[in-house]
């Protein structure tokens, strides 16, 4: 819903909300950042998102030697 | 000049397109107390998160890219980020198996990051760059 985040009481107006972000994870595969959500009035938490940036991803590695 | 054993970019790229080209794909997330891994031969229920918004086997997962190659690099990436939309899911979590519907749910593998939890929020995964460095799946 534009303009809206979703929270534990619903779809807010984005204004109603304070977004706080903490990186959790970070390392050569993947970074992901924690994003909290307030009550701007009250201070009261009310949920998170979680974005996660893949950056690399697996490897199958052939192992190729002389016979 | 001289002779060079490899096995070629070709089969790998034909290897990896057989399991992902065309494929209908799904994410499933899995508990951090849970064992998935490489050993899953296909999409399992054991472990896998539960709450509100999620349903069981996950969501579905963008396939427009089919297997590339770059030199004797076979790579393939979704073709969009993968996303949980308004979930709560109390319980810590902290991977993913992308599988094969099209293939009785076989497992294309499982990815792993930092144990998490959410709470009313949208979890997005999005994909790195498609490429023989970074794409999601590479045989190389």
């Known amino acids: 819903m534009d303009g ?16 706080r972000e903490t990186v959790t994870h970070d390392d050569e595969h993947i970074r992901l950042v924690r994003v909290d959500k307030y009550m701007r009035q009250t201070g009261e938490w009310i949920g998170n998102d979680i974005n ?9 590695a052939a192992l190729q030697a002389q016979l | ?34 064992t998935t891994n490489g050993t899953n031969a296909a999409y399992t229920a054991t472990g896998e998160v539960s709450g509100t918004n999620y349903s069981a086997g996950g969501v579905s997962v963008t396939n427009a890219n089919t297997a590339g190659l770059t030199s004797t690099t076979a790579y393939w990436t979704p073709s969009a980020s993968i996303t949980f939309t308004t979930v709560t899911l109390a319980t810590a979590f902290d991977a993913v198996m992308i599988y094969s519907t099209t293939d009785t749910n076989r497992n294309l593998g499982v990815f792993t990051f930092g144990s998490q939890t959410i709470t009313a929020g949208t979890f997005t995964l999005t994909m790195p760059t498609n490429d023989s460095s970074t794409g999601l799946i590479r045989f190389a």
């Open chain 1, 4 to 19: 809206h985040i979703f929270t534990t009481y619903g779809w807010l107006p984005a204004e109603r909300v304070e977004l």
């Open chain 1, 52 to 60: 996660g940036q893949i950056k690399k991803g697996h490897d199958l």
């Open chain 2, 1 to 34: 000049m001289a002779n060079t054993q490899a096995i070629s970019g070709a089969m790998k790229q034909a290897a990896l397109g057989a399991v992902v080209d065309g494929k209908t794909l799904k994410a499933a997330l899995y508990l951090a107390s849970a």
